[in-house]
T-cell receptor, first 116, second 114 residues
Framework: NAGVTQTPKFQVLKTGQSMTLQCAQD?????MYWYRQDPGMGLRLIYY???????DKGEVPNGYNVSRLNKREFSLRLESAAPSQTSVYFC???????????????FGPGTRLTVL | AQSVTQPDIHITVSEGASLELRCNYS??????LFWYVQSPGQGLQLLLK??????LVQGIKGFEAEFKRSQSSFNLRKPSVHWSDAAEYFC????????????FGSGTRLSIRP
């Protein structure tokens, strides 16, 4: 049981390049999330997927797209990377998501992305 | 709008000493409250959470936190820290209505003095 896994661990891009960050969970969780972590700012939600087949914007979605490929996998795509997207990206999952309840989120180890 | 404040950016304590990390939140109703720990180069690990009931919550690794509604606080405590507790600690709050609205504090970095 690996929990939440993310690939790659590190990535350096040039401005304008594209890339996809991969996330997978083996806990049979319904909900998955993408966050970015910047110094002094805590974690900010980029996108989330309440269940397979649905995605919604979080606090900072601009410049990103997501795909919930199946129940296990949730990818984050940067179509045209910018230096402002230099950050550490975390994927998380939770058993469920529903209005009126909050479930514990479990986090992956993160991807450190640098955009030059 | 809801917010979370961790007023201490960096704290250093001696090994074996007690620890208290402060967290204050701003929210109209009783929120869900969490403490996460992040070791260097690692993801976040849940230490404990408060949803309802007993206001003193026990977590993993000997940590506990107390919810004080009157002070809008959820401070994390440990009676005796170990060198392995050196990490960054994040307080988080979520409203009753939506997990997607979890807001994280900016974190407190804990260093342990031998």
């Amino acid at each position: 049981n690996a929990g939440v896994t993310q690939t790659p661990k590190f990535q350096v891009l040039k401005t304008g390049q594209s890339m996809t960050l991969q996330c997978a969970q083996d806990m049979n969780h319904n909900s998955m999330y993408w966050y970015r972590q910047d110094p002094g700012m805590g974690l900010r939600l980029i996108y989330y997927s309440a269940s397979e087949g649905t995605t919604d914007k979080g606090e900072v979605p601009n410049g990103y797209n997501v795909s919930r490929l199946n129940k296990r996998e949730f990818s984050l795509r940067l179509e045209s990377a910018a230096p402002s997207q230099t950050s550490v990206y975390f994927c998380a999952s939770s058993e469920f998501f529903e209005e009126g309840a909050t479930d514990t989120q479990y986090f992956g180890p993160g991807t450190r992305l640098t955009v030059l | 709008a809801q917010s979370v404040t961790q007023p201490d950016i960096h704290i250093t304590v001696s090994e074996g000493a007690s620890l208290e990390l402060r967290c204050n939140y701003s929210y109209g109703a009783t929120p869900y409250l969490f403490w996460y720990v992040q070791s260097p180069g690692q993801g976040l690990q849940l230490l404990l959470k408060y949803f309802s009931g007993d206001t003193l919550v026990q977590g993993i690794k000997g940590f506990e936190a107390e919810f004080k509604r009157s002070q809008s606080s959820f401070n994390l405590r440990k009676p005796s820290v170990h060198w392995s507790d050196a990490a960054e600690y994040f307080c988080a709050v979520a409203p009753y209505s939506s997990a997607s609205k979890i807001i994280f504090g900016s974190g407190t970095r804990l260093s342990i003095r031998p």
